[in-house]
């Protein structure tokens, strides 16, 4: 039987465009009304995910819920926390910042409405994107006011995708048993804790709301929803996930430009 449905957001529940597409809101909703529980699963902050569990009325039912910041936050259908875990200090900040150094990666740290980026690699992927923050550019973190490290939401790395393929082994070898790194586009890496992940949150989402795991089914793309699909009873990688991710799914569905999931869950669910 089915009693949750989690999925990541960009590039699983939302198209290209950053919408949910008629079909598969259309879709969530009505499950929703069945006593199915709808949770978005994302490396973005409650405000962001939110506006889209608007548009699927999560609020309207008390099972339902976000998991945010990649597993860092867990909260209800209305947006109230029912878990936090320790954000990356700024102790680690600096170590994470001597490998973006080491790699020539540029590095973003995200805060409440504010983000500083550190231009190591020079890529200029960054240039046009994140008109919601207020974006800061500084050559060290020092720069950076620490009083602001209270509400350090998250770091990321970017590079170009054929740069990252090459030093993406020798990273995690260096980052192994101090902190979790996953790959969530081809030029963007996201840093958290060692050992948060989106399926450790799913887990403890599931016993919060006392629903078995084998109960649930996960859909995603990338490397950072690699945990969450094994976890979940039934793990769905999208047409468009990356490759490693497919592998390791139960099964595949269909592109999110295209109701993916949508038609996925009609197919299985009715």
Same mark, same amino acid.
């Given at each position: 039987m089915l009693k949750l449905i989690a999925m990541d957001m960009d590039g699983t529940l939302l198209n290209d465009c950053q919408q949910i597409t008629p079909y598969t809101q259309k879709k969530l909703i009505s499950l929703q009304e069945q006593g199915v529980a709808v949770v978005l699963a994302s490396g973005r902050d409650i405000q962001s995910l939110k506006e889209y569990g608007?548009?699927?009325?999560? $609020?309207?039912?008390?099972? $339902?819920?976000?998991?945010?910041?990649?597993?860092?936050?867990?909260?209800d259908s209305l947006g109230d926390i029912l878990y936090t875990h320790n954000k990356l200090t700024y102790e680690e900040s600096l170590i994470l910042e001597d490998l973006a150094h080491q790699y020539q990666l540029d590095m973003i740290l995200f805060f409440e409405k504010t983000m500083f980026v550190i231009k190591y690699g020079n890529t200029g992927i960054i240039e046009h994107h994140f008109k919601a923050f207020q974006k800061y550019m500084v050559h060290h973190i020092q720069e950076i006011p620490q009083h602001y490290f209270q509400n350090l939401k998250k770091i990321a790395f970017i590079q170009k995708e054929e740069v990252l393929n090459q030093i993406i082994? $020798?990273?995690?070898? /260096?980052?192994?048993?101090?902190?979790?790194?996953?790959?969530?586009d081809v030029d963007w890496i996201e840093m958290n804790p060692y050992g948060i992940h989106k399926g450790f949150a799913l887990k403890q989402y599931a016993h919060i709301k006392n629903i078995p795991?084998?109960?649930?089914?996960?859909?995603?793309?990338? /490397?950072?929803?690699? /945990?969450?699909?094994?976890?979940?009873?039934?793990?769905?990688?999208? /047409?468009? $996930?990356?490759?490693?991710?497919?592998?390791?799914?139960?099964?595949?569905c269909g592109n999110c430009n295209d109701d993916g999931i949508g038609q996925y869950l009609t197919e299985k669910y009715g």
């Open positions: 608007d548009i699927l009325h999560l $609020s309207d039912y008390p099972q $339902s819920g976000y998991i945010c910041l990649n597993g860092l936050m867990i909260c082994p $020798s990273l995690q070898n /260096e980052v192994k048993n101090q902190f979790d790194m996953c790959r969530v795991l084998e109960e649930i089914i996960a859909f995603g793309n990338g /490397e950072n929803d690699i /945990e969450m699909l094994k976890i979940a009873g039934k793990g769905i990688a999208m /047409e468009n $996930s990356f490759e490693n991710v497919q592998k390791i799914a139960d099964d595949i």
